[in-house]
């Protein structure tokens, strides 16, 4: 909220205008709404930035846990971008370093950290650093033509797909959460799915990987007439859907199902892509 006495201000960066309230002396800070030029645009597309100081070229950075299928999103785009970028893993425990860059306003991950500016998701569907990043890097990743039907498929990625699949790998939790992780990283997924979840994944594994092939079977038939999901350039779904089957193949116990061979070229694809190498 902006204070009583404060100045308002605003700043221009990228596809967006940034409107909200000079906080400090010395450096210039800004918080603040962001509002899409493109009219129509839901508070869903807008970007949460928190701005200081002068406009630069910076490195970006990635702050994840490596296993996290959200995070595994934007890694894949961000390698293939060739874009300078860092990555700076965090402990699940441990999200002092999200909590601060974000002013105690966020405290899951990913958080992409530009230079001055600190950006993270509005919502559970919102898309905003993907969004940020091809707005820099103008990827290809959002072409107008394909608008609604790329929500409509990274809802059914982000939520039905990587509801499978996160179980699947979580029940091999063990084998990656560090040991000094392992008793918080349970706690946590008990207080939320309830006690004894992740026994519950692993004994259903067969259930859940007949229920993943299943979800998958559209993006099979997708992949019938072309390279890639919607057109013959990779778009944001494709590495959404990249980033979540990541996190399915991450423990190394499972493998694409065999019935999806398509899917399984395509993943390997994109798994090898650089941006150079297509045309947007």
């Avoid at 404060?6 to 596809?15: D, G, L, M």
């Avoid at 002068?54 to 702050?63: G, P, Q, R």
């Avoid at 509005?122 to 608008?147: C, R």
Wanted: a positive charge; hydrophobic letters at 40%.
């Amino acid at each position: 909220m902006r204070p009583p006495d404060a100045n308002p201000v605003r700043i221009s960066t990228c596809h967006c205008w940034v409107t909200g309230s000079k906080l400090g002396r010395g450096e210039q800070k800004w918080f603040g709404d962001v509002h899409r030029l493109r009219p129509g645009a839901s508070l869903s597309d807008n970007f949460i930035i928190h701005r200081c100081g002068s406009a630069a070229s910076f490195m970006i950075e990635l702050i994840q846990f490596p296993w996290s299928p959200y995070c595994l999103v934007q890694k894949r785009i961000l390698d293939y971008s060739r874009a300078p970028h860092k990555v700076t893993n965090i402990p699940p425990s441990d999200r002092s370093l999200v909590w601060r860059l974000t002013k105690q306003r966020y405290y899951q991950v990913p958080v992409i950290k530009d230079g001055r500016n600190v950006l993270f998701e509005t919502d559970d569907n919102s898309q905003v650093i993907a969004k940020y990043i091809e707005a820099k890097l103008k990827l290809g990743l959002f072409p107008k033509q394909w608008d609604g039907l790329q929500r409509i498929l990274w809802r059914y990625i982000d939520n039905e797909v990587e509801g499978a699949t996160f179980r699947l790998n979580d029940a091999h939790y063990l084998e990656f959460v560090p040991a000094a992780e392992q008793l918080n990283y349970l706690r946590f997924k008990e207080r939320k799915f309830g006690r004894g979840c992740i026994d519950q994944w692993r004994a259903s594994q067969k259930e859940l990987q007949t229920q993943l092939a299943s979800l998958l079977l559209p993006f099979e038939q997708m992949l019938a007439t072309r390279d890639f999901l919607l057109d013959g350039q990779p778009r944001f779904v494709d590495f959404d859907l990249w980033g979540i089957l990541a996190n399915f193949l991450y423990s190394g116990h499972y493998s694409l199902p065999a019935v999806h061979p398509k899917l399984d070229a395509w993943h390997r694809r994109i798994s090898k892509l650089r941006f150079s190498n297509t045309k947007t």
